[in-house]
């Protein structure tokens, strides 16, 4: 049985709550229903139209939003929804019944250059995970089964996940002018079918996946808090953008010192010490002011 867990997420208007879920629901399809009769394909959002302030549901890959009718706050009411959700999910409800027209997705894929020459970043119109996840070999690879069909490929020697894009390093022996084409057609073929990228239940799909801080997180210190909010807010997406990830691993009061793990085209680039000493680390000791001696990445 797989472990679906919900949560709640506020959103800018205060009549609609997100539901977001730690799995995929749809085949990275979304839908809309105003109402029950609307919802004939949908069993979950049928149900969630029982209840008698619920105005419209909007599912989408990893959460569902719910839009109430004034009769009541979300505040009295949010924390029940979501258990009821949790509890359909995790019962094996059907989110949404699959029709001949929607098993297939049609799907975009392009490549992009990244600051590190053995890495290539390829992105779809799509959200491939809800976590980022790293695979170094075929063995690794077990919980993911496009992973693991790129290692099939002889060149590919590192696969990185993360929201909608896969960052591929190869090996010297092939060059991108001769590989890209052929890996962005097989990964575009393999998400217009719809397969699984990354297996539902996996528990943990990676020795240095980033559920492995981010589950920790209530258990740092205040300096490592602030740490991770500044590299979340002011790094990972410039990061992302190269095709990587960085991923908080220590912090040491006494010296002072940052560990970091660097993820995807980061790993092994180049200009990574570059990166670490003219840009995490002096962001770090500008924000965080006699806290911070220096950054180094443990594996990069």
Avoid at 97 to 108: F, L, N, R
Avoid at 143 to 159: G, I, Q, R, T, W
Avoid at 168 to 188: C, G, P, S
């Amino acid at each position: 049985m797989s472990n679906f867990q919900v949560s709640i997420k506020e959103t800018t208007n205060t009549s609609i709550i997100k539901f977001e879920i730690n799995q995929f629901i749809t085949q990275h399809q979304s839908f809309e229903f105003n109402n029950i009769d609307e919802a004939k394909s949908s069993p979950l959002a049928q149900q969630l139209f029982y209840l008698p302030f619920v105005k419209k549901v909007y599912i989408s890959g990893n959460f569902i939003a719910i839009e109430r009718y004034n009769i009541v706050e979300w505040k009295d009411v949010q924390a029940e929804v979501a258990e009821q959700i949790e509890t359909y999910l995790n019962n094996g409800g059907v989110v949404v019944e699959e029709t001949p027209a929607s098993k297939k997705t049609a799907v975009t894929v392009y490549a992009e250059v990244t600051p590190n020459p053995t890495a290539m970043k390829f992105v779809a119109n799509k959200q491939l995970v809800t976590t980022s996840c790293e695979f170094t070999s075929i063995d690794e690879a077990k919980m993911s089964p496009l992973a693991a069909e790129l290692f099939h490929f002889p060149f590919v020697k590192n696969v990185f996940f993360d929201d909608n894009f896969v960052s591929i390093t190869k090996y010297e022996m092939a060059d991108w002018n001769d590989i890209t084409m052929e890996l962005r057609e097989f990964i575009r073929s393999y998400l217009e079918q719809g397969k699984e990228i990354v297996i539902a239940d996996a528990p943990q799909v990676s020795p240095t996946s980033t559920t492995q801080s981010d589950g920790n997180y209530d258990n740092l210190d205040g300096i490592s808090k602030e740490i991770v909010t500044i590299l979340n807010e002011y790094v990972k997406p410039a990061v992302a953008s190269d095709g990587g990830n960085i991923q908080f691993t220590s912090y040491n009061p006494e010296s002072k010192v940052v560990e970091v793990v660097l993820q995807g085209a980061c790993s092994g680039c180049p200009s990574s010490t570059y990166t670490l000493k003219s840009g995490i680390e002096n962001i770090l000791k500008e924000m965080l002011p006699d806290k911070i001696e220096s950054v180094i990445a443990i594996n990069g």
